[in-house]
Structures are given as structure tokens and as C-alpha cells.
């Protein structure tokens, strides 16, 4: 299994676009990345996922340069209630890990 | 159903004690997941079935824990014996499956918070 490492904390400012990185050295070639969003006392929720280059939906970007070692998730304008922790899985079909996630805070 | 339901939400027990979980996966989703996450911690991977069958138990803690799921639907964590240290949330999540060849998105259920005295 690919092991993926973030950072474990990030702090910004409502209206700011935050830019988490996970890197994940020896991801395999039929690896998605994907990115889950979990607030206090509930279960993660989906918020995006890539294979290649750049994929965007209503709520996030996520960039993955070509050598596909990382991975950059994106909220633009982030608000008090994007508060919450955010982890990084890679793996395919049903072999996915979740790591131990970065907790962003975002002030007012 | 609509979602993932788990039960109890919450769980009282003492040292010493046998609990059982239960995670109703959505229907017709063939793979579930249990994870377990202490007070501010991440997801920790407990086991992940298949269907009926679990091709990964690596995750679970100890021989006192187990894990079965029947019919290709509910799924039960038994933990036996329970420590202090067994106390936390314990989440499932199911996910399709699909053929696509991408990764599945797990939806999660609200978790069973286990409390041992």
C-alpha cells in the first residue's frame, strides 16, 4: 500500500485559498488519490478525486503533478465551517488507508 | 436504506466485558470497512470485507477483536474481553465496488462511540 504523508496542521483566514500537499512516494500505477473531509463527532465524507493532471467539482481542485508523487488539494475562499480535518488516501478499488490527516483551522 | 446506520451510537461497558457492534452497509454495496478513531486521532484501519469474505484482517489490534459479516450485508465487530484502551469511536463505511477501475468512495456511518470503565 502507498503511505501517505501530510502535514498534520494548517491554520488560515476566511476568504483565503488553502493548498494542502500529501505525498505519496510509491504510489502504483492503478492508484487513485482521493480526499476526505471529517468534522467533529462525524464520519469522513468524499470531497474529491484525481488519477492525473487537475480535476475540480463545486468545492475543490486537486492538482497531481505528472510523476504522480503528490498531491495538492485546493479550497478557494475557505470559511469558519471548512474547519475540519482532511485526509489523503491512495489506493485502488477497495484497498484505500486513511493516514492521519491534516487539521485545518481557519479564523475569522 | 439511505445510509450507512450503526448501533449502538453509544456504548457503556465495563473492563472485562464482551461488545458487539453492528454497521448496516447501503444496499448493495459490497465492501465494508471498519476503522477505529481515538479522541483526536485519525482513522485507524481495523478490517475490510469483500462481500461475505475479509482478504485483509491486518488491521485489527489484537486476537480479542473479530469481525463477520453475513449475506453480503450487516457486519458485526465483536470485541471481547475489552480493555480501557479499546475505548473509542469505532466508524464503518461501505462502498460500491464498482468495475470502473477507480477507487470507491466509502460512505461512512455515524460510529459507535465505546466507552469501557
Known amino acids: 500500500l502507498a503511505k501517505t504523508t501530510q502535514p498534520i496542521s494548517m491554520d488560515s483566514y476566511e476568504g483565503q485559498e488553502v493548498n494542502i500537499t500529501c505525498s505519496h512516494n510509491n504510489i502504483a500505477t492503478n492508484d487513485y488519490i482521493t480526499w476526505y473531509q471529517q468534522f467533529p463527532s462525524q464520519g469522513p465524507r468524499f470531497i474529491i478525486q484525481g488519477y492525473k493532471t487537475k480535476v475540480t467539482n463545486e468545492v475543490a481542485s486537486l492538482f497531481i503533478p505528472a510523476d504522480r508523487k503528490s498531491s495538492t488539494l485546493s479550497l478557494p475562499r475557505v470559511s469558519l465551517s471548512d474547519t475540519a480535518v482532511y485526509y489523503c488516501?491512495?489506493?485502488?478499488?477497495?484497498?484505500?488507508?486513511f493516514g492521519a490527516g491534516t487539521r485545518l483551522t481557519v479564523k475569522p | 436504506g439511505a445510509g450507512v446506520s450503526q448501533s449502538p451510537s453509544n456504548k457503556v461497558t465495563e473492563k472485562g466485558k464482551d461488545v458487539e457492534l453492528r454497521c448496516d452497509p447501503i444496499s448493495g454495496h459490497t465492501a465494508l470497512y471498519w476503522y477505529r478513531q481515538s479522541l483526536g486521532q485519525g482513522l485507524e484501519f481495523l478490517i475490510y470485507f469483500q462481500g461475505n469474505s475479509a482478504p485483509d484482517k491486518s488491521g485489527l489490534p489484537s486476537d480479542r477483536f473479530s469481525a463477520e459479516r453475513t449475506g453480503g450485508s450487516v457486519s458485526t465487530l465483536t470485541i471481547q474481553r475489552t480493555q480501557q484502551e479499546d475505548s473509542a469511536v469505532y466508524l464503518c463505511a461501505s462502498s460500491l465496488a464498482g468495475t470502473s477501475g477507480s477507487g470507491d468512495e466509502q460512505f461512512f456511518g455515524p460510529g459507535t462511540r465505546l466507552t469501557v470503565l
Open positions: 488516501l491512495v489506493g485502488s478499488l477497495n484497498d484505500m488507508r
